[in-house]
């Protein structure tokens, strides 16, 4: 069977922490979907780490780590990730695996990537400019260029005619360039993951799953932002939530077990798009600086509000969430007041699922208050430890979601989580 760890909001969830402490249960980690965009931090014996485009069991040397066929690869960026390990002490040679239809990032993805943003002006989407959107574009018109490409004898032939209908894009926008300056390095990081296992990952996976492995599979990003049932169009390029998985891997639906959904004790967003619940305030800003609210791969600040609870029903519905997993509670700990959004007010209507029109509806959050907790949860390993407000809190969303909160990170260190 495989289980999936995904976020519940608009990504930042923590589920590269939560990952790492699941994978002791696991034969094999999986990225299924995303690229490198993602920022999943870990930390452990008092480092951190950020990875990208490797799952986030790459640290345990007896998990095998498989980047899937729904990921979209930057070799640039992902040689950078693989030296950054190695020099860690980790060798990923040795459990790192990458599915030859997994699609490639090339430079000109980069340059029209920016291009179209600029074009956009205000109403831009508010893209990291990693080239993942006009990657997947090409993905969906049939004309990408995927990693078992870079095996083929013919590779440079297929990646300049990628490249011309770049150019023809390019021109259309008026954007000037320097294509050369960007090749070398592609080239040469192209080179370099020729000597990792690259495999085709469905047939790897399911054989796996015969053999009773277990597989947990990591999604990118979070379901607020998921193609088709995100916040359109300020969404990503590829399927965050549990059916993700499906194509993203290669498995089939009834293989699929637990599914672990993760939510932040309050909410962020990076880039546009609507969020019911911003703080524009000096709580918003402590939100940020106690949280520690800025991409782990961008460094961009993020936007901070209370936790809006529509949204995260939305999130355990199409994702079928088994298994709840509330992150960075301690952030919360010296607030007076801790409101939670539980409807919103929408033309003087109650409403309390997502409106179609969640872009330009007026939604006014309306929210129910709880006593804030001064004490610092850092240091606390069970559940029946933790201050009687903040328990409030949490079953309080307990029971709106009808889920029971399975684990509970409060800390970025793997040891400071609580399982229940």
């Not at 932002?225 to 891997?249: A, E, K, Q």
């Not at 330009?360 to 029946?384: C, M, N, V, Y």
């Not at 903040?390 to 709106?400: H, I, N, R, S, T």
């Amino acid at each position: 069977m495989i289980d999936v760890v995904l976020g519940l909001q608009w990504g930042d969830e923590g589920k590269g922490k939560i990952v790492d402490v699941l994978t002791p249960q696991y034969d094999v980690v999986a990225r299924f979907q995303g690229g490198p965009n993602a920022g999943h931090s870990l930390e452990f014996n008092g480092q951190k780490h950020v990875l990208n485009t490797i799952p986030s069991g790459i640290f345990h040397q007896h998990t095998i780590n498989v980047i899937g066929n729904g990921v979209v690869i930057d070799p640039i960026t992902l040689k950078k990730e693989i030296e950054k390990v190695m020099a860690s002490g980790v060798d990923p040679r040795k459990n790192l695996y990458i599915s030859e239809k997994a699609h490639l990032i090339i430079p000109t993805h980069r340059l029209v990537d920016a291009a179209s943003e600029a074009q956009k002006g205000e109403h831009k989407i508010g893209s990291t400019l990693r080239g993942i959107s006009p990657t997947y574009q090409d993905k969906i018109g049939r004309s990408g260029l995927r990693i078992g490409d870079i095996l083929t004898p013919n590779f440079k032939e297929k990646y300049q005619t990628a490249v011309a209908n770049h150019k023809l894009l390019l021109d259309r926008f008026n954007h000037s360039y320097n294509l050369a300056e960007h090749e070398p390095a592609f080239f040469e990081a192209v080179e370099f993951l020729k000597q990792f296992k690259i495999i085709s990952s469905e047939y790897f996976i399911n054989k796996l799953i015969n053999e009773g492995k277990k597989v947990l599979a990591e999604g990118a990003q979070g379901t607020l932002l998921d193609i088709d049932f995100g916040t359109y169009p300020f969404v990503t390029s590829s399927n965050t939530i549990t059916g993700g998985v499906c194509s993203g891997l290669g498995v089939a639906p009834q293989k699929i077990n637990k599914v672990y959904g993760i939510f932040k004790a309050y909410c962020t967003r990076v880039g546009s798009g609507p969020f019911p619940t911003e703080l524009h305030d000096d709580t918003g800003e402590q939100l940020r600086k106690q949280g520690f609210e800025f991409g782990a791969t961008t460094g961009r600040p993020r936007r901070t509000g209370w936790l809006d609870l529509p949204t995260l029903k939305y999130a355990i519905m199409l994702n079928g969430v088994t298994d709840l997993i509330c992150t960075k509670s301690d952030v919360l700990s010296g607030f007076d007041v801790v409101p939670v959004c539980d409807a919103y007010d929408i033309n003087g209507a109650r409403v309390t699922e997502i409106p179609y029109n969640f872009n330009d509806a007026p939604i006014k959050p309306l929210f129910k208050e709880f006593k804030g907790w001064s004490e610092d949860l850092t240091g606390l390993r069970k559940f029946d430890e933790l201050p009687s407000n903040f328990k409030a809190y949490m079953e309080y969303v307990e029971e709106q979601v009808g889920l029971k909160m399975s684990v509970i990170s409060i800390g970025p260190d793997r040891e400071q989580t609580i399982v229940r």
